[in-house]
């Protein structure tokens, strides 16, 4: 959803209403179909785009996402826009164009927007590693508006189609599945893709290049295809074919897949990964990666968490990058063991510490003003991930994924916050889940415990001085061992003093690493 404020544009005479930073006033997209063309002689790519959207409210005028032509020569100029084919007015800013119409509350439009350019970013034209030409979406978080008009916020999602016309040398991958491919004259290609779910800017995308493609296989009646470089095919396709073992332990544990089929395709991402719905793209050395089992569980985890359910701003990002994180790592658990999880559950650890050194801030950070690429950080992967395993060990294993897969069916297909997520959880537990969310996600840093102990052989008596050194007090379980039994330390003041019968004095706190907490004094 998008919003503009109320502004006058002299040359138009209209006025806008509504802002960005408040989706969901005016309008709400329904669909796009976006026909593209692309060429090898150059970078300019040629865009006809319908977008079809509902009106919230009332409104005189709608603005959608897209970056304006500069003097460097990058970015989109639109040529016309036009209603039923009926030109309309519109007016083109540095980062939007605005159009003029006559909208009632609850009516449907479409506006058919042509506009070409060189883009800026989003859609990376570029060379492999074999020196071919490729295109490849990379919207993440907010770039699809540097090729595509749109509403480029995650709280808008939308169904989408790409129909792509480009040499015929290329194949092209794109959402959902592929409804027509057709030669054209002049060398060129016509390829037609179409997701039917609603799905956000960030994850709609093409890829464009010469690939060798395999279909490894149906999950669940989910055909599950790759995508890779030609020089690459043998170690990609062998690579690749893990992605059938991890689809069945998410839809077994968390719900059915929401798309109707997965591709993992070899790009040229900016990132290690990018979990576009149903069209997952992965680093051009990923083929040859030794640990592209987690990255693929990683964004094969997002199909769920972050595409489908989709987190409502951005502050609340760990909704999609903790649950990927932690999914992984359940997923490494299933298949490799307990003892697995702990150790990837210590290096999380490590990582989490080392960013609060630099940078203090909670889960749900509201302070990252703009620059959404700082939320890629230890914060919202590994802490988020932290606390998804913590809320584990609270709830207990069944009662944990009854709330997960609550929340994933209440959710899929539409946007959630981190309250949104608490009130699941408490309804399919039925506990009180408000200080956990609060002390973990909207508190910077974590618990510092000094514990001071002492050991009386004569009345083999333990007493244990435990304070709480951060500023916010937390309440957490303290794990326990001592001559081979277990135990558990409510702790919930600044200081307590305790005392217990133990044959030694040899505790080892949290030995089933279960708390995000520094312990000192030991």
Known sequence: MRNINYLLLSCLFFTISGYAQQPGAIIDVQHYKFALLLNDANNNIKGNAVVTLKFIKSANAISLD????????????????????????FKQDSTSVIIKTNAKKGSLHSYTVKYSGIPADGLIISTNNYKHRTFFGDNWPNRAQNWLPCADHPADKAAVEFIVTAPAHYSVVANGLKVKEQNLPRKLKLTHWREKAPISTKVMVIGAADFAIAHTGDVNGIPIYTYVFPEDKETGFKSYAVAKDILPFFIKNVGPFAYEKLANVQSKTIFGGMENASCIFYFEESVKSPTIEELMAHEIAHQWFGDAASEKSWPNLWLSEGFATYMTNLYIE?????????????????????????????VVDTNINGDYMKLLNANSYQKGGWVLHMLRRKLGDELFWKGIRSYYAQYKDKNANTNDLCAIMEKASGVDLKQFFKQWLYTAGHPVLMIEKSF???????????????????????????????GIIRVNEREMTMKFSANSGNLVFDPNVNLLATIEGL
Do not use: C, W
Request: avoid cysteine; aromatic fraction near 8%; proline fraction near 5%.
């Open 66 to 89: 897209l970056i304006k032509k500069k003097a460097t020569g990058k970015g989109m100029l639109v040529s016309s826009v036009t209603e039923f084919g009926k030109p309309l007015q």
């Open 334 to 362: 299933s298949k490799y063991g307990p003892e697995k999880l702990k150790q990837r559950l210590l290096a999380d650890t490590a990582t989490i510490f080392s960013l609060e050194k630099t940078h203090l801030a909670p």
């Open 456 to 486: 009386d052989k004569a009345s083999k008596t333990i007493t244990l001085n435990i304070t709480q050194k951060q500023d916010t007090l937390y309440e957490f379980p303290l794990e326990f061992t001592i001559d081979g039994r277990a």
